[in-house]
């Protein structure tokens, strides 16, 4: 599935990025380990996150409880 995605850059954009954190037990349901998606503040360019240097933001964290 990797080698045919495709891949953009689009540097100093702003928006948001959120993760999400799947432990090895879950590895077989959905890929282990941290996962990430953005969406830029004008909605125009987003998508599955490979890398990113980030310059300044402000974290937020949920534990959640049940995985669905």
């Known amino acids: 599935m990797t ?3 495709s891949e953009f850059e689009k540097p100093f ?4 990025l959120v993760g999400f954190f799947i432990p090895d037990i879950f590895g ?6 941290f996962h990430w ?6 909605k125009d360019f987003g998508g599955h996150v490979l890398d ?3 310059i ?4 937020e964290w949920r534990t959640m409880e049940t995985f669905e």
């Open 28 to 33: 077989t349901i959905a890929v282990p380990h």
């Open 3 to 5: 080698r045919s995605q």
């Open 56 to 59: 300044h933001g402000k974290a």
């Open 37 to 42: 998606h953005f969406i830029s503040d004008e």
């Open 13 to 16: 954009v702003s928006g948001t």
């Open 52 to 54: 990113f240097d980030l």
